[in-house]
T-cell receptor, first 111, second 110 residues
Framework: SQTIHQWPATLVQPVGSPLSLECTVE??????LYWYRQAAGRGLQLLFY??????ISSEVPQNLSASRPQDRQFILSSKKLLLSDSGFYLC??????????FGAGSRLTVL | AQRVTQPEKLLSVFKGAPVELKCNYS??????LFWYVQYSRQRLQLLLR??SRESIKGFTADLNKGETSFHLKKPFAQEEDSAMYYC????????????FGAGTRLFVKA
């Protein structure tokens, strides 16, 4: 069956520290992968999406970057976190017909 | 630019009352419209899509291209409908992207 995993589930990091959130998909190949940030009152903001290995499209200029080192792996990173990077990060993949399947999310708190 | 607008952040109704969650969009091309729902302590998941033209959990949504709206409706709200609802748009000139609205929290009171 097809599943999507995200980790860590929660993360508390000091300002200026690096970040790495990982997302993997099982049971499929060459999926379209997405990173969203969910913030209260602002809905779901599309951060990055990828249609293949090494192919990353950035939607919002910011302190974050994404990489896709393997077909079913999508990583969200930052070299130096800001307070404004706090939020709930969701990974998603597109199993077809433009429908998204979401992971459980990673809650990041930057102190 | 593609945009999805959900004007209500919070909607509170009594059980058994009709409910309508509003969604308006702007697009370039031929987008697909969706409603996603997030129940407490659950993952965000698809509720319905305009292409399917089906009723899910008693909810329906009709795409009105003239008014560029895709409002979600249910004639009789239930307490278990309490959740966060997101309207989303995909395709058009955005290609692989799916854009979401700010979301509406529905609270159904007993």
């Amino acid at each position: 069956s097809q599943t999507i995993h995200q980790w860590p589930a929660t993360l508390v990091q000091p300002v200026g520290s690096p970040l790495s959130l990982e997302c993997t998909v099982e049971g499929t190949s060459n999926p379209n992968l997405y990173w969203y940030r969910q913030a209260a009152g602002r809905g779901l903001q599309l951060l990055f999406y990828s249609v293949g290995i090494g192919q990353i499209s950035s939607e919002v200029p910011q302190n974050l970057s994404a990489s896709r080192p393997q077909d079913r792996q999508f990583i969200l990173s930052s070299k130096k976190l800001l307070l404004s990077d706090s939020g709930f990060y969701l990974c998603a993949w597109n199993p077809g017909a433009n429908v998204l399947t979401f992971g459980a999310g990673s809650r990041l708190t930057v102190l | 630019a593609q945009r999805v607008t959900q004007p209500e952040k919070l909607l509170s109704v009594f059980k058994g009352a009709p409910v309508e969650l509003k969604c308006n969009y702007s697009y370039s091309g031929s987008p697909e419209l969706f409603w996603y729902v997030q129940y407490s302590r659950q993952r965000l998941q698809l509720l319905l899509r305009h292409i399917s033209r089906e009723s899910i959990k008693g909810f329906t949504a009709d795409l009105n291209k003239g008014e560029t709206s895709f409002h979600l409706k249910k004639p009789f709200a239930q307490e278990e409908d309490s959740a966060m609802y997101y309207c989303a748009l995909s395709g058009g000139t955005g290609g692989f992207k799916t854009i979401f609205g700010a979301g509406t929290r529905l609270f159904v009171k007993a």
